[in-house]
């Protein structure tokens, strides 16, 4: 892998949270703030089946990434990476991802447990995973 590619990937997930930006079809950005957390050659993040994130995903692999706060608050001059997101539905990718995940954040580790613990009982939409590649991203429409 070449080491500015290492670098940025590195420089994404040191962050505590990230603003995912995704793209309507009209174009228009939409920014959720959410963990993140290096996995290989990607940053992964995870959501649950049936959210607006991965529905605007599914017509253009387009996003961007910034360093934001929880509540999603970008800083001024904020750097921004863009990349092409994957989407992670087979149940081994999104364990690996929910692996990654659990290994920097210690509440992400707590909720696997419990879900494991209770998912017998408690129905839960699926989890999805998102593999976000940096680089050239392609343009936004279908794909």
Known sequence: ????LTGRLDEVAAHRYVS??????SGDPVATPMWV???GA??????VEGVGKLRRLGHTSRVELRPCDV???????????????????DPEGVREIQRAMSAKYPLARLGNA?????????????RVGIRVTP?????????
Not at 20 to 25: A, Q, S
């Open 1 to 4: 892998m070449d080491h500015d």
């Open 42 to 47: 990607a940053v992964v993040l995870i959501s």
């Open 114 to 126: 419990a879900e494991g613990l209770l998912g017998r009982w408690m129905q839960r939409k699926p």
């Open 37 to 39: 957390a290096r996995n």
């Open 71 to 89: 509540r999603g608050r970008v800083p001024a001059g904020a750097a921004v990476w863009h990349g092409t997101a994957q989407l992670v539905r």
């Open 135 to 143: 680089g050239v991203t392609p343009p936004c429409g279908p794909r």
């Open 20 to 25: 995912l930006t995704t793209f309507r079809r």
